[in-house]
């Protein structure tokens, strides 16, 4: 079945120090969908990404989704101590998504302050 | 408020004891889904729910049972023939149409079996 692979699993970092976290997908996705956990939490949405190629931003987050549409990247700038917790990402099991999601292991970002 | 509402926060049950895990939703979503998380793992999907009085086993459905006799509930029951039920068991939502399913996800219920 469809897998959705995670690298790095955990990522030490300095304060003010960026951070980047890698999606692969086994296959070709319609979208890709991405989360954060904060610890003891429950997974948040943070954006979907549909188009070949697609580049998103929102204010310190730049998202990626590859031109073969099987792999995509979260690039954080500067990272703060609110950015802590695990990213996900996910894509859909089959179609756009409405029969539930695959997501990948996460990658825990640990800030040094 | 909307949201998604899931009770209790913590569960603690005997092996060999069927438990049942609320899940409520406000949002009048249509499609409703149950995931597993264990530690250090990404989620996985137990089943899922497109409309009332209509149910499809996820990846991972053995030992568990779900119901949706209204939109708004959608229950879950780890059973006895569940091997590991000890997880953090999280319920989301979605209103998606065409390629766009953003889920929202319940506070989670942590389920402990001794």
């Known amino acids: 079945g469809q897998q959705v692979m995670q690298i790095p699993q955990y990522q030490h970092v300095q304060e003010g120090e960026d951070f980047t976290t890698y999606c692969n997908s086994s296959?070709?996705?319609?979208?890709i969908q991405w989360y954060k956990q904060r610890p003891g939490g429950h997974p948040v949405f943070l954006i979907q990404?549909?188009?070949?190629?697609e580049v998103k931003k929102q204010k310190r987050l730049t998202f990626q989704f590859g031109e073969a549409k099987k792999n995509s990247s979260l690039h954080i700038t500067a990272t703060q101590t609110t950015d802590v917790g695990t990213y996900f990402c996910?894509?859909?099991?089959?179609?756009?998504?409405?029969?539930?999601?695959?997501f990948g292991k996460g990658t825990h970002l640990i800030i040094q302050p | 408020d909307g949201g998604i509402t899931q009770s209790p926060k913590y569960l603690f049950r005997k092996e060999g004891q069927n438990v049942t895990l609320s899940c409520e939703q406000n949002?009048?979503?249509?499609?409703m889904y149950w995931y597993r998380q264990d530690p250090g793992q990404g989620l996985r999907l137990i089943y899922y729910?497109?409309?009332?009085?209509?149910?499809q086993k996820g990846d991972i459905a053995e030992g568990y049972s779900v119901s949706r006799e209204k939109k708004e509930s959608f229950p879950l029951t780890v059973t006895s023939a569940q091997k590991n039920p000890t997880a953090f068991y999280l319920c989301?939502?979605?209103?998606?149409?065409?390629?766009?399913?953003?889920?929202?996800f319940g506070p989670g219920t942590r389920l402990t079996v001794t």
């Open positions: 729910s497109q409309i009332v009085n209509d149910f």
């Open positions: 989301a939502s979605t209103s998606g149409t065409g390629n766009y399913y953003e889920q929202y």
């Open positions: 996910a894509g859909p099991r089959s179609g756009g998504g409405a029969d539930g999601l695959t």
């Open positions: 296959t070709t996705l319609s979208n």
């Open positions: 990404l549909v188009k070949s190629g």
């Open positions: 949002l009048n979503h249509d499609a």
